[in-house]
């Protein structure tokens, strides 16, 4: 058995026979004649000096050694595939990627993209709406706008003022709930997305900044936070908005944050690409843009009283 590797084809051929159990699908996959991809694997057969298969009767089945191997040679191929991917994407200066949850999208990111479309005309921009974590050095993935604790290490972050919440309601509510002890009488709605954090940011965290030992338990509940917040703009009841979720309706006047309290979150929510990418003039181009995006709204918050959730103690 000799030491040097065998063909890169010869691999392929067992890499595809493995994945699909099947000669005659792996030759279909690499665009073969199953006589070819046979050759293939007997040539790797021969160089190895053991057995990868048991060709068994239409059918076929890994040896001890083909089940040793198989695992290695398909990571290896994942490793050069998005090894070549990432390396051509340094040559390509018109496309961005980017990525961000499916609330996200549709209450920030999807009411301003047409800004930046109009003023880049030259960047490809595509766009996958998804909470699923990407490898931003891996995948074909230049930009994810996320929302959660991280970790970032290793990453370029673009620092973005404080996630916080606070109620928010439509200004016909507003009118009828002019002070905090009156929304234990209101409709609340429950954003059960940011169930997760802890301290929670939640409507009895809310009520004890204003003093007030009220536990709601009744009212209608979201799991998705942009649900929660269209549940609010038709006038269905009061919110614990989140910054990011209602800053655009919030800048319309399509909702209202008549109590200057809110919580900030220890979840921050930011921009973030991979390392090696800042100086990608597309990268930068959306860079910039969210910068100034986040500005443009920065006003909101200047008169609120920003409380960070850890201080605020349970009664």
Partial sequence: MSDRLPPLTALRAFDAAARHM????????LNV?????????????????EKLFRRLNRAVALTEAGRTLAPGVAEGFLTLSEAWTA??????????????????????????????????PDIDLRFSATLRMVDLEREDVDIALRFGLGPDEGLNVVPVPPEWVTP????????RYTTPESLMKAPLIFDESIDFLDPPCDWPTWFR????GYVPTHGLRFSQADHAVDAAITGAGVVLGRRSMVLTDL?????????????????KFRMISAPGSEDRPQVV????????????????AEDFDIVPVEDVSPT
């Fill in 285 to 300: 181009a959306f860079r910039d843009w969210f910068i100034d995006e986040m500005a443009k709204t920065a006003y909101i």
């Fill in 168 to 175: 928010v309601m439509t200004p016909e509510l507003a009118d």
């Fill in 87 to 120: 390396t051509r994407r340094l040559q390509d200066n018109s496309t961005l990627t980017v990525t961000a949850g499916p609330a996200l999208t549709a209450k920030w990111l999807a009411p301003r993209l047409y800004e930046f479309a109009r003023s880049h």
């Fill in 209 to 212: 900044t204003q003093n007030i």
């Fill in 22 to 29: 099947s000669f005659a699908k792996a030759a279909e996959e």
């Fill in 251 to 267: 800048h319309t006047g399509r909702l209202v944050a008549p109590f200057k309290t809110a919580l900030q979150t220890k979840a």
């Fill in 33 to 49: 004649t199953p006589a070819a991809l046979s050759f293939q694997i007997k040539t790797l057969e021969e160089h190895l000096g």
